[in-house]
């Protein structure tokens, strides 16, 4: 069983950045696609970043493309950061860390692939 524990949350004014943080208790070949989703009231949980940890490929929701930056602790794999710049109102939401087991060499955005998930930190973002 992998714990994961986000970290970094916070208000912020529109145009501001925050960097968030995930840390996961252990690495393994069940944890090589790792992911952040984010939910807003009323709205369905949805992927904005991942990575697959094999071979560091990236890959980004449309909204967030340019503004934010997924990346994994190089020394310690069982890191992973989300850093946002430029934020905007609509970024708010309820930010989740996830981890799961790559398909076909890769990742995708498919919450039932994810068996790990944190328990989330808040991100505000006012007008």
């Known amino acids: 069983q992998v714990q994961l524990v986000e970290s970094g949350g916070g208000s912020v004014q529109a145009g501001g950045s925050l960097r968030l943080s995930c840390a996961a208790s252990?690495?393994?070949?069940?944890?090589?696609?790792m992911a952040w989703f984010r939910q807003a009231p009323g709205k369905e949980r949805e992927g904005v970043a991942r990575i697959y940890t094999g071979g560091g490929v990236t890959y980004y929701a449309d909204s967030v493309k340019d503004r934010f930056t997924i990346s994994q602790d190089i020394n310690a794999k069982n890191t992973l950061y989300l850093e946002m710049n430029s934020l905007k109102p609509e970024d708010t939401g309820m930010y989740y860390c996830?981890?799961?087991?790559?398909?076909?060499?890769?990742?995708?955005?498919?919450?039932?692939?994810?068996?790990?998930w944190g328990q989330g930190t808040q991100v505000t973002v006012s007008s």
């Open positions: 252990a690495y393994t070949y069940s944890t090589n696609c």
């Open positions: 996830a981890a799961g087991p790559s398909r076909g060499g890769g990742c995708d955005f498919a919450r039932w692939t994810y068996l790990y």
